[in-house]
């Protein structure tokens, strides 16, 4: 969590009537490249478009709309004429950028953790709190992937009838991990095939044939900083520290596409149906769920979709409001890239409104 401290401080914010020059920042990287591609996609409004990287990858060029771009390098100058940016960084990256953005009245939409739990800083998922980017002060940050697709499956059953509960164990791709997680997992895999070594870039234990129910450091109390964060970011989202949460993160030999075992137990009783009507009718969620057929949603079925899947619905056999269900998302995308893009649009779109 960054230090409220650390945020510019800026006597007002006067809102951009209309974003002329946006820029991506972070534009090399694997979350980066699917904001080009989906801006492109989406007809996103601009006059000019700049790509922002760190001094390593600044010379290099990009390809944008069928054309190739220059990658400039990221410093405090690069954001004199930038009226929106979208980031996707490290943490440590977003706690220096994001304050030279403000400071030149550019708004930020940071998909690091480093802002999320400012208090300042409103933390957006746009089906579900949109007014929430609107009091923005300059950034506005996107959710952690695991986070975003179980607050969206929530929506709708907590609007029904008050989630008081949720436990929640994740499988969670390697992708999640960068591209050095995906290396990990297709050369581990070939190495355990062939009875080779293989010394792994980015997990402690071998990703391979294996589970690791270890994402981010100790935090709290026997937690994680990938656990904690769902509890925190989920409360704030929904604005209810009632919410209790008991998350459970596990890595998983998968190459994209995080998947989530939820339970939600709820004020009021919700039927299956009830629920199965309700995650329909949700926009950004598709349903598929025929048990006996099995049709349920799986992850290499998922992949490059921006939707969040839910199927296995059925009641909780512990507790008579209970709900469990499957949730499956494409992490890269409604997990990080088609969020943030969408908060962008969000974020036009009251522009155009003023």
């Not at 949109?130 to 952690?144: C, D, F, M, V, W």
């Not at 992949?303 to 059925?314: H, K, L, P, S, V």
């Amino acid at each position: 969590m960054g230090p409220s401290s650390t945020y510019p401080s800026v006597p007002y914010w006067s809102p951009i009537p209309v974003f002329e020059t946006i820029a991506i920042v972070g534009a090399t990287g694997a979350v980066g490249t699917l904001i080009r591609q989906m801006l492109a996609e989406r007809d996103f409004p601009y006059q000019r478009i700049k790509f922002l990287a760190s001094a390593r990858s600044a010379g290099t060029t990009v390809e944008f709309k069928g054309e190739k771009h220059p990658v400039e390098e990221l410093l405090p100058d690069a954001f004199n004429d930038i009226d929106l940016a979208i980031g996707s960084t490290p943490d440590e990256v977003a706690a220096e950028f994001c304050p030279w953005a403000v400071e030149r009245n550019c708004v930020v939409v940071d998909e690091s953790g480093y802002w999320r739990m400012d208090p300042k800083v409103p933390l957006v998922v746009p089906e579900i709190n949109p007014e929430a980017a609107l009091a923005h002060q300059g950034i506005i940050s996107s959710p952690n992937c695991s986070t975003t697709q179980m607050v969206l499956a929530m929506k709708p059953l907590h609007d029904a009838g008050k989630i008081r509960r949720v436990i929640v164990s994740t499988y969670q791709a390697t992708s999640g991990a960068g591209v050095a997680g995906q290396r990990d997992l297709e050369r581990g895999s070939r190495a355990f095939l062939d009875a080779e070594d293989y010394e792994y870039e980015t997990f402690a234990h071998p990703i391979a044939f294996n589970l690791i129910p270890q994402i981010g450091s100790h935090k709290h109390e026997g937690y994680t900083s990938e656990e904690m964060k769902m509890v925190y970011e989920t409360q704030k989202i929904f604005g209810d520290d009632s919410i209790k949460v008991c998350p459970t993160c596990v890595r998983v030999p998968v190459s994209n596409c995080h998947s989530e075992s939820i339970l939600v137990e709820t004020e009021k009783k919700i039927t299956v149906d009830q629920a199965r009507e309700l995650f329909a009718a949700t926009p950004g969620i598709k349903v598929v769920d025929d048990l006996p057929s099995g049709s349920y949603p799986m992850p290499k079925d998922c992949a490059g979709d921006d939707a969040t899947f839910i199927g296995r619905i059925r009641e909780d056999l512990s507790c008579d409001n209970g709900l469990a269900f499957w949730c499956v998302s494409d992490n890269l995308r409604k997990g990080a890239a088609t969020n943030a893009v969408q908060i962008a649009e969000l974020m036009v779109k009251n522009a155009a409104a003023v």
